[in-house]
């Protein structure tokens, strides 16, 4: 199974894996799965910490590596995929991170109910 994290559930597994569900837990944690990350994820991390919405690790890149996620740089073929969002939540950053998902055929990892409504494959962070 290839995974996409959302921002917490990235957080939440370097930091806290306990908070995640077993399920999530599990299957970030399987060696046969590919787990990726956002470079939304990591846009999302440094400008909520600049504003002090959020703690995130100061050695990101290297937790990143650390665990052996794979980075999921965005393309134009993602934005373009925004447009077959409907309008449900009205977060910038997890619409691309969706869209991402979507478009690479990705199971999302969240905990966010909002994203939960939107047609896809999931998989509940908590």
């Not at 957080?11 to 944690?29: C, N």
């Not at 990101?60 to 993602?78: D, M």
């Not at 950053?93 to 047609?119: E, H």
Request: glycine share 4%; net charge neutral; charged share 15%.
């Amino acid at each position: 199974m290839n995974l996409s994290l959302d921002t917490h559930a990235l957080l939440w597994s370097l930091s806290s894996p306990r908070r995640l569900s077993k399920v999530a837990r599990d299957a970030i944690e399987d060696p046969s799965n590919i787990v990726f990350v956002s470079a939304a994820v990591a846009w999302e991390i440094e400008i909520k910490s600049a504003i002090g919405k959020l703690r995130a690790p100061s050695d990101l890149a290297t937790q990143l590596s650390a665990a052996n996620f794979q980075e999921l740089p965005i393309t134009i073929a993602h934005a373009l995929a925004l447009g077959q969002l409907p309008n449900l939540h009205r977060d910038p950053f997890d619409q691309i991170m969706l869209a991402q998902a979507r478009a690479a055929g990705l199971t999302f990892v969240t905990a966010d109910p909002a994203i939960l409504q939107y047609p896809g494959t999931f998989l509940r962070a908590n």
